[in-house]
DNA sequence: GTCTATAGCGAGATAGAC
DNA sequence: GTCTATCTCGCTATAGAC
């Protein structure tokens, strides 16, 4: 029976599993409840309804809220991060276009995934050693734009400068979007279609202030 | 006595007060610790503590957590959006310093109050209805915005893409700091070098920005 | 593995003396 | 107004039956 079921089919009910673990029941909804609330205002019993289990079991799985709030913290680190350390590292990209693919990829992410910047920058600024324990990520992150040619002959603020501006005018927009959109009212087709059109300004933004740069 | 300190000695004094009434330093106290902990992770013992008085006092003259907690978020919301709608309703100040003056207030606030960003943003995100309850807010912004000459001949849609733009250039350093800080080792002086740098070019990669819309 | 019941603790709020 | 002592409740975590 399941020979029959070809092999993108499989693929796609991998992704929206009807029959998920107990297990990644509760990762998934102590995920969306965490990346609503923050660690501290989130509750075990709204995370145990979530997944629709008990609460006991979210227990006999992840011994304690913290642990499984690292566990999930270290998941979305590990998924924001690997945008830009994957993208800065391919060599198959020619580097005039890495700025393009970055802003795609975010906004591709973000826009499934809004709530995910406001939780990693809330939750990190409250507890600022998670980047220790993710020790990686901050060696990658720096390896990876060391080795960026538009870094030669500038200084190492010269090349902050830029990733402060270039991540600003990519990602401010989601960190905003709930409050933005409510001060103007924007249902979220407005919003889309704002964020739609920053896939082709932003980098063409950035090639001036690049120009700029270089005098 | 106090007839012979100067005048200008006295409004230091206001500033930096030896003696505040109890409940301003209730406040103060309250202020730096939900700033930093956001309201769930706050505790009304610490915010006691800070103000070095005791727990039932903070009850005595608040009645809640809560209500403490409102009165501090109503104020800082009030310190935030008046920079921008002073500063937009202005007539004393030519339409092209404009966005010069709020980079410049702007950085000058965040530099001394580093966390208020990102106290607003995840706290209005958890709980959307203070803007709300600040009704007078949202209408005196958005009334400050539409009065701007460089909506004239562009849609809604241009002027957001454009605040959007400018907003992320201007405050996104600030919401990020301590974790870019902490990835790239930065100093407190190395990131406000950083940061001083952008009260110049901000406004002026707006401007280009601007130009390039005009097509 | 999954549930019900409950222990145990921490935090906000109040009573009442001074 | 300010303190000490205490109450109460909500939340996390565990014990123990199935």
Redesign the interface.
């Known amino acids: 029976m399941p020979l029959l079921i070809p092999k993108d089919k499989m693929k796609k009910a991998d992704k929206v599993p009807i029959d998920q673990s107990t297990e990644e029941k509760i990762k998934r909804a102590a995920e969306k409840v965490f990346l ?6 989130s509750r075990t019993k709204d995370i145990a309804e979530e997944a629709g289990i008990n609460l006991a079991l979210l227990n006999y799985y992840f011994r304690s809220k913290e642990n499984l709030y690292i566990i999930i913290m270290m998941e979305k680190l590990e998924v924001f991060f690997d945008v830009i350390i994957k993208t800065l590292t391919d060599n198959t990209i020619p580097f005039e276009q890495k700025l393009t693919v970055l802003v795609n990829k975010y906004t591709d992410l973000l826009i499934h995934e809004p ?1 995910l910047p ?1 939780f ?3 939750e ?3 507890n ?1 050693d998670f ?1 220790a324990s993710k020790l990686n990520i ?1 060696a990658r ?2 390896e990876a734009i060391n080795i960026q040619p538009f870094l030669d002959g500038k200084n ?2 010269e090349g ?2 830029l990733l ?2 270039f ?3 990519t ?3 989601f ?2 979007r ?3 959109s ?3 009212d ?1 249902s979220e087709e ?1 919003f889309e ?2 964020i739609e ?2 896939r082709e ?1 932003v980098p ?2 950035m090639v ?2 690049f120009d ?1 740069m270089q005098k």
Chains 1, 2 share one sequence.
Do not use: D, M
């Open positions: 609503e609330k923050g660690y501290s205002a709530n406001l990693l920058l809330s990190t600024h409250k600022p980047f901050k992150l720096r190492q603020e902050l400068q402060l501006s991540l600003g005018l990602l401010f927009p960190i905003v709930q409050g933005f409510g001060l103007f924007l407005q279609r704002i059109k920053r300004f063409k933004l001036e202030l700029k």
